[in-house]
């Protein structure tokens, strides 16, 4: 199974940012897809989280500015980032799962290389 993200970059605080994933050669099929990201010296966190049936989760430091969405019936996810703070850097990684979408905790089985996002203060 290959995760491929992309988006990422440098942008200005205030800016925004759209993350694009797409996860292919699953033989058994991808429920739920998400976004985690780990800045330096912090601990990884789980963004965003969209399942085929329609679950969404977003970590409370995003919500009212980020956005998953999920490309009917494909195994393409996007992390639409607006209103981006100087804390919002970080490394950021695509991940899916063969299963439902069970919490924050929840583990997944493919993860993408990561794309880094840096916002400028």
């Known amino acids: 199974v290959q995760v491929v993200e992309s988006g990422g970059g440098l942008v200005e605080a205030g800016g925004s940012l759209r993350l694009s994933c797409a996860v292919s050669g699953s033989r058994y099929g991808i429920n739920t897809m998400g976004w985690y990201r780990q800045a330096p010296g912090k601990e990884r966190e789980l963004v965003a989280a969209?399942?085929?049936?329609?679950?969404?989760y977003y970590a409370d430091a995003v919500k009212g500015r980020f956005t998953i969405t999920r490309a009917n019936g494909e195994n393409t996810a996007y992390l639409q980032m607006n209103s981006l703070e100087s804390e919002d850097t970080a490394m950021y990684y695509c991940?899916?799962?063969?299963?439902?979408?069970?919490?924050?905790?929840?583990?997944?089985?493919?993860w993408g290389q990561g794309t880094q996002v840096t916002v400028s203060s």
């Open positions: 991940v899916a799962k063969r299963g439902y979408y069970s919490g924050p905790e929840g583990a997944y089985d493919h």
């Open positions: 969209i399942s085929r049936g329609g679950t969404i």
